[in-house]
C-alpha cells in the first residue's frame, strides 16, 4: 500500500457526460501529479500540483482540468467524454516536486471506460 | 524537454537467465533517472532512483542499473531472472529544472519457464 487512495476504482460512463476522479496523497506530501495510461499512449504525464498551485502540464486536454484543495487532496475533472478518453488514471504523490530527484508514489488508479 | 527512450516494448527471459531491459534518456541537464515496476492491476512502485550519487544503484529485489552519461542510458539488469520479475517496468527522467516527470512507454518482462 503506497498511502495514495484513489476513488473510484471503476467507472463506466457514457459519452459527452462528466467525471470527477479524486485522489488523497500520502499523509505530509505536498505534491500531486495525475498520469493517463492507456495500451496506445503509454503513461502520459496531464498535470502537477504542488501546495495547491499548477507546477507543471502535460498532455492535458482542454476538455480535462485539475485542481488541489487547502487538505491537499486533488480532483481531476473530466468532460464531454470520447471513447478515446477510456484509459487507466493515476494519482501520485511526493513530499517535494519532481524536479529535486524525489521519488513519486502511485495510487492502484481509477479505471474510467467510456461507453 | 526531457524524454525517455525503452528499447522493446517486450521482452522475454528464461527464468534463471540474465535480465536487460534498456532505457534512454534526454535533458538538457543532468538528469534523476528511474525505475519503476507494475504489476497487474496494481499502480507503479519504485524499484531504483539515480540522484547523481554513485553511477551504480542498487534496488529491490536483485535489480540494479547503471548510469551512463556518454551513452546517455540507465539501463536496468538483474542476474538471474525469477518468474515473479514478470512485469511491466517504466523508466522516467526529471531535472531541476522542470517539475514534470517523464516516463518511456513501459517494457514488459515475460518469465519463460
Known amino acids: 500500500d503506497s498511502g495514495v487512495t484513489q476513488t473510484p476504482k471503476h467507472l463506466i460512463t457514457a459519452t459527452g457526460q462528466r467525471v470527477t476522479l479524486r485522489c488523497s496523497p500520502r499523509?505530509?506530501?505536498?505534491?500531486v501529479y495525475w498520469y493517463q495510461q492507456s495500451l496506445d499512449q503509454g503513461l502520459q504525464f496531464l498535470i502537477q500540483?504542488?501546495?495547491?498551485?499548477?507546477?507543471a502540464k502535460g498532455n492535458i486536454l482542454e476538455r480535462f482540468s485539475a485542481q488541489q484543495f487547502p487538505d491537499l487532496h486533488s480532483e481531476l475533472n473530466l468532460s464531454s467524454l470520447e471513447l478515446g478518453d477510456s484509459a487507466l488514471y493515476f494519482c501520485?504523490?511526493?513530499?517535494?516536486?519532481?524536479?529535486?530527484?524525489?521519488?513519486?508514489?502511485f495510487g492502484e488508479g481509477s479505471w474510467l471506460t467510456v461507453v | 524537454a526531457q524524454s525517455v527512450t525503452q528499447l522493446g516494448s517486450h521482452v522475454s527471459v528464461s527464468e534463471g537467465a540474465l535480465v536487460l531491459l534498456r532505457c534512454n534518456y534526454s535533458?538538457?541537464?543532468?538528469?534523476?533517472l528511474f525505475w519503476y515496476v507494475q504489476y497487474p492491476n496494481q499502480g507503479l512502485q519504485l524499484l531504483l532512483k539515480?540522484?547523481?550519487?554513485?553511477?551504480l544503484v542498487k534496488g529491490i529485489n536483485g535489480f540494479e542499473a547503471e548510469f551512463k552519461k556518454s551513452e546517455t542510458s540507465f539501463h536496468l539488469t538483474k542476474p538471474s531472472a525469477h518468474m515473479s520479475d514478470a512485469a511491466e517496468y517504466f523508466c522516467?527522467?526529471?531535472?531541476?529544472?522542470?517539475?514534470?516527470?517523464?516516463f518511456g512507454k513501459g517494457t514488459r518482462l515475460h518469465i519463460l519457464p
Open positions: 535533458s538538457s541537464v543532468p538528469p534523476y
Open positions: 501520485a504523490s511526493s513530499v517535494e516536486t519532481g524536479g529535486i530527484g524525489n521519488t513519486i508514489y
Open positions: 522516467a527522467v526529471s531535472n531541476p529544472r522542470d517539475d514534470k516527470i517523464i
Open positions: 499523509s505530509g506530501d505536498l505534491s
Open positions: 500540483y504542488y501546495n495547491g498551485e499548477e507546477r
Open positions: 539515480y540522484t547523481s550519487a554513485a553511477t
